[in-house]
């Protein structure tokens, strides 16, 4: 039998990409009713999951601890999600015609009360709101007398959003066209400030009260995590509902957002271990 590879025949691929088509046409038909879907689907992972994680000395161990091969691996495994992406948005890959398709049709059929909505969960991973949360939160940790927190801390939310100024001008994607008038957005596209922004400062926030309150019932820990979760979930999900980012443009957003959390957290335990 020979070892190489059959290539998929056109009918198969034509299969393939409608049924892709299909499904951003039905979800940019039903934009508020996948909105709920979405939210659901993050309460019913993350809420096991962080009980779960209650378990796992990777929450628990101490603030000094390295991080642990599982954070290691997912920093390596999302780099190389995020590099065949990238990839696929800049060479037009199949991946491309998903997002257009999606943008198109939620064009035509979000409602103006939607995308109000949309706007106002939005503002929870604005610039403005992220950088008065950086300010503030450095200014509490250097009263508090914790230096490494507070640089964690400034590292994380003005470095990523260094570090997603530095990928979009890689990659130099335009965003969709969002002619309904009730937001724009300049700049680039891929990957989206908004979910990375999102998932470094609230993903930090919470895994900075887990450690400060180890005492805490499990079951609020586990609600802390499921809040951060439909955060930036929310975000995310918003900034396609409002056309000012395509599908790939959020997931490149949390992989690279995830990947900046997990080494930021690596620098506070790494300056903690020197103090």
């Given at each position: 039998m020979s070892g190489v590879p059959i290539p998929a025949s056109p009918d198969a691929l034509a299969t393939h990409s409608a049924f892709w088509t299909s499904v951003a046409q039905h979800w940019g038909q039903a934009p508020g009713n996948v909105f709920v879907l979405w939210l659901l689907t993050v309460v019913t992972i993350a809420l096991p999951l962080g009980s779960y994680m209650q378990r796992d000395s990777a929450i628990r161990r101490p603030l000094y601890a390295p991080l642990g091969n599982s954070a290691t691996a997912w920093m390596l495994l999302a780099a190389t999600?995020?590099?065949?992406?990238?990839?696929?948005?800049?060479?037009?890959?199949?991946?491309?015609?998903?997002?257009?398709?999606?943008?198109?049709?939620?064009?035509?059929?979000?409602?103006?009360?939607?995308?109000?909505?949309?706007?106002?969960?939005?503002?929870?991973?604005?610039?403005?709101?992220?950088?008065?949360?950086?300010?503030?939160?450095?200014?509490?940790?250097?009263?508090?007398?914790?230096?490494?927190?507070?640089?964690?801390?400034?590292?994380?939310?003005?470095?990523?959003?260094?570090?997603?100024?530095?990928?979009?001008?890689?990659?130099?994607?335009v965003r969709p066209e969002h002619l309904e008038g009730y937001t724009m957005a300049g700049g680039l596209s891929f990957p989206s400030g908004h979910s990375s922004g999102s998932l470094v400062a609230y993903g930090m926030l919470a895994w900075i009260l887990l450690h400060r309150h180890p005492h805490w019932p499990r079951g609020l820990r586990a609600a802390l995590i499921t809040l951060a979760a439909l955060a930036v979930a929310a975000v995310g999900y918003s900034r396609i509902g409002l056309q000012v980012h395509y599908l790939t443009d959020v997931l490149g957003g949390w992989l690279s957002g995830s990947i900046w959390l997990l080494g930021s957290i690596g620098l506070v335990r790494a300056l903690e271990r020197r103090t």
């Open positions: 999600l995020w590099s065949v992406l990238a990839w696929q948005v800049v060479h037009n890959g199949p991946v491309t015609r998903l997002d257009t398709t999606l943008a198109h049709t939620l064009s035509l059929h979000v409602h103006p009360a939607l995308l109000h909505l949309f706007g106002s969960v939005s503002h929870l991973a604005d610039t403005p709101v992220l950088t008065a949360a950086c300010i503030a939160g450095a200014l509490f940790w250097i009263w508090r007398g914790e230096r490494p927190m507070a640089i964690g801390w400034v590292w994380a939310i003005a470095g990523n959003a260094l570090l997603n100024t530095g990928l979009k001008q890689w990659v130099g994607r």
